[in-house]
């Protein structure tokens, strides 16, 4: 850890602009650190921002840093669309971050894709998971502290730099982590990434998704900004719902749809909600019916505006539950589609890496403990 040194991705722009003047400095010098860090230079160090006094460069140098978390494993798709990393924290704590390439042609690869290809990084809020859900390997492996603002950028520049100079289009916030558990946090993170001054992302190219914290959900309708709002919502009912996703005891369906009515009134943006499903257990005919009747409102209120994102589970070795075989995945959508609910099959991104959330980071921590026992 670097304790005394200040990470300047954690400053917000009116902490940076007193950071700047402590060093008695003009205003002015703002602006270029924010260009050399979140800019098309993406840098680190502080001695590569040439234009910058020799004296400030070693100021920053003893006071100072850019947070750039150590990619300690990576692993890439065979077909080399999606590429996940393990990011190691100052603290030794380790996180998951994940790039995926949504090409144009079939035959685009990360290091050859147009500039117009979708260019997807998914970033994580905390060190595990406190929700829980067990079909999750980030929940299985329990929690450990929340992520500062500048951790949750770290992970977008870390992509960034590796992919300069062709740009990445869209971040989810749907990683490792609860995002609206701590909202202030995430809000300034993503504050940090729609800043024209600093990475300069459009707010409509961001999607943050819950579990179903519907004071975060409130506080993001409150902001009236353009980010997108996904809700984990993998059940129709809530005895189902209570056992994939814990947090439903706290806040159950009914009170989460009306949250999310309320969300859609006063941002007139739709909510997408994202479905596990999980063969023979959240997949049968009839809970399709139950959660198309939930999103229509049975008549009376008018149906909610939403998208529904069915996700063929990812499975987990830790976990009993398994995907759902595709013709019960097709059966399942079409009666949504039947039921006029906009629907997408999301397409699968990186089974043989399990790219899920936590895997990656399940993996390492099984293989340190096996060292650990060999010797």
């Not at 050399?36 to 001695?47: A, I, K, M, P, Q």
């Not at 400030?56 to 978390?69: K, V, Y």
């Not at 971050?97 to 117009?116: G, I, N």
């Not at 997807?120 to 299985?140: D, E, M």
Request: aromatic share 6%; charged share 25%; net charge positive.
């Amino acid at each position: 850890m670097l304790p005394n040194l200040i990470d300047l991705l954690n400053l917000n722009k009116n902490e940076l602009r007193d950071f700047v003047a402590s060093l008695n400095e003009p205003a002015y010098r703002v602006a270029q650190i924010e260009r050399w860090t979140y800019g098309r230079e993406l840098v680190t160090d502080f001695d590569a921002m040439t234009d910058l006094s020799r004296d400030l460069r070693a100021r920053l140098n003893e006071s100072a840093r850019i947070g750039a978390p150590r990619a300690i494993a990576e692993t890439n798709s065979a077909d080399g669309l999606t590429r996940k990393a393990l990011l190691q924290l100052d603290d030794g704590q380790t996180i998951e971050a994940v790039l995926m390439l949504y090409p144009d042609t079939p035959d685009q690869v990360f290091d050859r894709a147009p500039r117009d290809a979708r260019r997807t990084v998914c970033v994580s809020t905390q060190v595990g998971c406190p929700i829980g859900c067990p079909f999750c390997a980030t929940g299985q492996a329990g929690y450990r502290r929340n992520l500062t603002p500048g951790e949750i950028v770290a992970q977008v520049l870390h992509f960034a730099r590796e992919l300069k100079p062709a740009p990445l289009t869209n971040v989810v916030i749907m990683g490792m982590g609860e995002p609206f558990m701590k909202f202030d946090v995430t809000w300034q993170a993503i504050e940090s990434l729609t800043d024209p001054a600093r990475f300069g992302m459009g707010a409509r190219r961001i999607t943050v998704s819950t579990s179903g914290e519907i004071p975060g959900i409130e506080r993001l309708a409150r902001e009236q900004a353009q980010i997108n709002l996904a809700v984990s919502l993998h059940a129709p009912d809530d005895a189902l719902r209570d056992a994939l996703v814990p947090l439903n005891r706290k806040y159950p369906l009914r009170d989460l749809m009306r949250a999310a009515r309320a969300y859609v009134e006063q941002t007139r943006r739709r909510v997408t909600f994202e479905y596990a499903l999980m063969d023979r257990v959240n997949d049968k005919p009839e809970q399709a019916r139950a959660l198309a009747q939930m999103l229509r409102g049975g008549g009376a209120p008018p149906p909610l505006l939403c998208h529904i994102n069915l996700i063929p589970l990812n499975p987990t070795s830790a976990s009993p539950y398994r995907r759902s075989p595709d013709a019960r995945v097709s059966a399942f959508e079409k009666i949504l589609r039947d039921a006029n609910i906009p629907t997408t099959l999301r397409v699968e991104k990186g089974i043989e890496i399990a790219a899920g959330c936590g895997q990656l980071r399940q993996a390492a921590v099984k293989s340190r403990t096996t060292d650990k026992e060999e010797k």
